[in-house]
């Protein structure tokens, strides 16, 4: 099992912010989506939300992290993209309308992670 180390700096009491290429990019954003789908795994989630706002970077990211959620062997539901400035809130509504215990991920050039 490889170990991928994270820029510190970008984990915040709430969420995950980080400037587009040089912190979050979408080796990040795989690497991050493999970091959550194993988490799941052992909380026996079986799915994750994955949305992106209209930002230039976003479907990279999106991409990247459904790459690396999948290949972790956990499932994706991906929504509609949101508005540039929108909180996380509709993907998780969506993760909780389907009675999912899962969290949601949004990937943006600040990327939120949200439980």
């Known amino acids: 099992m490889s170990t991928t180390s994270f820029p510190a700096s970008v984990f915040k009491a709430y969420d ?12 990040f954003a795989r690497a991050l989506g493999m970091a959550l789908a194993a988490r799941a795994r052992k909380a026996g989630i079986q799915a994750l939300v994955v949305g992106r706002d209209g930002r230039l970077s976003g479907p ?14 956990v499932d994706v539901l991906t929504s509609a993209r949101y508005p540039p400035r929108s909180s996380t809130t509709p993907p998780i509504r ?3 309308a389907l009675a999912w215990p899962s969290p949601a991920a949004t990937t943006r050039p600040n990327t939120t992670v949200s439980r």
Request: glycine share 10%; proline share 7%.
């Open 16 to 27: 995950i912010r980080g400037t587009v290429p040089d912190l979050i990019n979408p080796d």
């Open 94 to 96: 969506t993760a909780r």
């Open 60 to 73: 990279s990211l999106a991409q990247a992290m459904i790459e690396g959620v999948t290949a972790a062997g």
